[in-house]
């Protein structure tokens, strides 16, 4: 069964210190991979895909086959980051979840 | 602006009511899906639908049922509600085709509590 791992419920970093959100993917064939945010009290919404191999607000992933891995990293935090992270990853017709990583952004 | 909306926002019902819960959506999207959301676990897909007359079950469809009135209507009914269904419910859309199946689009949420 396809399966997406965030080890990491909670995430706490002062600003301008880097941040990695880990994800784990368990998948046959290739899924497409994903990250989703969540900011408090607005809908979820897509942050950044992994065919598109790009950067959005300074967040970037990269696919790594060999370990099953997207982990979702930017260089200097920001207070504004502060939100909830979802990995996800698209097969078999369907998006799949993990669990989420609550990233927080002191000053 | 092309969206997707649900209702109620908020519900607080009790054990044994029947529960329904509306989604539309203005994006022409043939794809609709329900999730819920509970702290600590994620999304979790219920049920989805790519088209008026497919429907199909997600991980946990046990206790809910859907109906696709429309390409633009999904809703999710919860026909004798028990206390862990008390939950976040989100509706999504997708494209069928292309390359962008894989992001979808999420209504606010529906705050569900039973009690």
């Known amino acids: 069964a396809q399966r997406v791992t965030q080890p990491e419920k909670l995430l706490s970093v002062f600003k301008g210190a880097p941040v990695e959100l880990k994800c784990n993917y368990s998948?046959?064939?290739?899924?497409?991979l994903f990250w989703y945010v969540q900011y408090s009290r607005q809908r979820l919404q897509l942050l950044l895909r992994h065919i598109s191999r790009e950067s959005i607000k300074g967040f970037t992933a990269d696919l790594n086959k060999g370990e099953t891995s997207f982990h979702l990293k930017k260089p200097f935090a920001q207070e504004e980051d502060s939100a909830m992270y979802y990995c996800a990853a698209y097969g078999y017709s369907t998006l799949t979840f993990g669990k989420g990583t609550m990233l927080l952004v002191s000053p | 602006d092309a969206d997707v909306t649900q209702t109620p926002r908020n519900r607080i019902t009790k054990t044994g009511k029947r529960i329904m819960l509306e989604c539309s959506q203005t994006k022409g999207h043939d794809r609709m899906y329900w999730y819920r959301q509970d702290p600590g676990l994620g999304l979790r897909l219920i049920y989805y639908s790519f088209d008026v007359k497919d429907i199909n079950k997600g991980e946990i469809s046990d206790g809910y049922s859907v109906s696709r009135q429309a390409q633009a209507k999904f809703s999710l009914s919860l026909e004798s509600a028990i206390p862990n269904q008390t939950a976040l419910y989100f509706c999504?859309?997708?494209?069928?085709?292309?390359?962008?199946?894989?992001?979808?689009?999420f209504g606010e949420g529906s705050r569900l509590t039973v009690l």
């Open positions: 998948y046959s064939g290739s899924p497409e």
């Open positions: 999504a859309t997708s494209q069928q085709r292309g390359t962008n199946t894989g992001e979808l689009f």
